[in-house]
């Protein structure tokens, strides 16, 4: 039994090397890596055409942001179309949102 423990202790301890793996390789050629740490990429718009801001993740907190969040989630649930969170919000309206955040 103590044999048998061993084994799966260290098929799992591939398969989580393996993941990771395929996860930074992922991350590396979506783009995502050139989002500082501590900040966020959304994309924002009402159409096709969207916008990508990067953000930093306090914003995600504030009430006015957790407004966007809330209707994102309405619009299109977890199934993003851009494969990122995405705002349904004209840009103007997001970067007076931004501007806001950044002076509070």
Known sequence: MGIQLVGLSQA???????LSARIASLLA???TNNVPKGHVAVYVGETYQRKRFVIPISYLNH???QGLLNL?????G???PMGGLTIPCTEDYFTALAS???GS
Do not use: M, N
Not at 12 to 18: D, E, I
């Open 12 to 18: 799992k301890q591939k398969l989580q090397r393996s």
């Open 29 to 31: 050629t979506s783009g």
């Open 63 to 65: 009430p006015l942001f």
């Open 72 to 76: 994102a989630e309405e619009e299109f």
């Open 78 to 80: 977890f199934d993003h």
């Open 100 to 102: 806001i955040l950044s």
